[in-house]
């Protein structure tokens, strides 16, 4: 069976769910280590007064029986904290004109999903696209992304990411295993201090001036051997699913792996990684494909590089149109982050994590966790034992 999920719910909902399959039975998972990475989804300056709100109170319905996984289903819903204020205007079953609806939205944010989406359902009221192509519904992926991190942790694979820049203030990205870890500490998903305050005087100038602000995340993929993925089938290449998972994020706009499109500007000589042989085994002494060759990994650290536009909603306003009037007016506004690109990048580690997960245990397996790990140990140390004279 492979790995999947399906989420619902909407931002200002009762709450959101995720049902997961596949996560092989075994595994140990703590409330502690789902909530921090909940927590971090929800960090970063420049959030909305909604993030501060959000509380994430996990419910677990099942797939998890003494903090191990069954290998049933897992299922897991976030409760909304504001719903009483919401009960109104969200209820499932109140009967209303959509346009006159409690909080309805007729005025698309350029930007957003708002015209595109009430065009493709045929909503007046813009609230039923608004709702549910909100940023609060990656929370559920989060969850996720999050089993599958811990899936990948013990077979010694780790997912980790950090901001690069904001709104054109460009930082130092992490080298080592401590700066990564300062990254991931960081409200700011950087490593250090100088940069945090560099960024946040950025987003306050945005914020400010009634604007949004975008920018890059860097993520690293450690511990992978080569041959995860496959050059046999399309969708099969790694490089590929990785990159649809990434985009899949809302503002998420473009995906590099490795020197990416500075590749177009250098000659085949300099770009490609030689194959050099040491002491009977082959290394890389360099990394510009960023650790994919052919759709597989190819046992180097993978790299890949995201941007993320700025933010659509703004207090600033973008001209846009009333539905019910049909005049101009300026695209709706409600409490919105003014930069999301530090708790994007928490989402993107999640969406990598389960990514890779559902690569390795097409695979390797995914009933029990221990034949799971019994089977990608072998074939690393066949990999690693593997050289041009075994
Ligand atoms: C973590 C996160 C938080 C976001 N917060 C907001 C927000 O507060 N307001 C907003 O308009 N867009 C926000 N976005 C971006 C929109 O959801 C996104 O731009 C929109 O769904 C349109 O999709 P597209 O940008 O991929 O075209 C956020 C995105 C992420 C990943």
């Known amino acids: 069976m492979t790995l999947r999920f399906l989420t619902s ?3 200002h909902g009762r709450g959101l769910l995720v049902v997961t399959e596949g996560i092989p039975a075994g ?3 703590s409330r502690e280590f789902l909530e921090l990475r909940l927590a971090r989804r929800r960090r970063g300056f420049g959030r909305g007064g909604r993030a501060l709100l959000e509380r994430d109170e ?3 319905w099942g797939g998890l029986r003494n903090g191990r996984t069954t290998g049933g289903p897992v299922g897991v819903s976030i409760g909304n904290a504001e719903w009483e204020s919401w009960d109104e205007a969200m209820n499932p079953w109140a009967v209303c004109v959509e346009a006159a609806c409690m909080r309805a939205v007729t005025a698309p944010r350029p930007g957003h999903a708002d015209l595109a989406g009430s065009v493709k359902f045929g909503h007046r009221d813009m609230r039923n696209v608004l709702e549910r192509s909100s940023a609060r519904t990656t929370a559920p992926r989060t969850v996720a992304g999050t089993l599958a991190a811990r899936m990948l942790e013990e077979l010694g694979v ?3 990411g950090a901001v690069e820049s904001i709104g054109g203030v460009a930082v130092r990205t992490p080298e080592t295993f401590e700066e990564w870890t300062r990254a991931s500490l960081s409200e700011l998903g950087v490593t250090r201090p100088e940069d945090e305050e560099a960024l946040k005087k950025r987003i306050l100038q945005a ?5 949004s602000l975008g920018g890059t995340f860097v993520l690293s993929i450690t511990g992978l051997p080569p041959g995860v ?10 490089d590929g699913l990785l990159g649809q998972a990434i985009l899949s994020i809302p503002g998420v706009k473009g ?3 490795g020197e990416g499109f500075r590749s177009a500007d250098l000659p085949g000589s300099r770009l490609h990684d030689p194959i050099v042989v040491d002491g009977g085994r082959w290394t890389r002494p360099s990394n510009n494909a960023g650790g994919i060759e052919g759709g597989m990994s190819n046992g180097g650290e993978i790299r890949l590089r995201a941007v993320m536009k700025p933010i ?3 207090k600033k306003g973008l001209p846009s149109f009333d539905t019910v009037s049909d005049r101009p007016c300026t695209g709706h506004s409600e409490r919105s982050d003014v930069c999301a690109v530090p708790s994007a990048c928490v989402v993107a580690e999640a969406m990598a994590a389960w990514t890779v997960a559902c690569a390795v245990t097409a695979q390797f397996g995914n009933d029990r966790m221990d034949d799971l790990k019994q089977r990608f140990a072998s074939y690393t140390q066949r990999a690693e034992r593997w050289n041009l004279h075994a």
Request: charged share 30%; hydrophobic share 45%; no cysteine.
């Open 229 to 238: 993925g496959s050059f046999a089938e399309w969708d099969e290449r790694l």
């Open 158 to 160: 780790a997912v980790r």
């Open 58 to 60: 996990l419910t677990v």
């Open 9 to 11: 719910g909407e931002s």
């Open 207 to 211: 914020a400010e001036e009634g604007d």
């Open 312 to 314: 659509p909603t703004m």
């Open 255 to 257: 995906v590099e792996f």
């Open 27 to 29: 595994l140990a998972v």
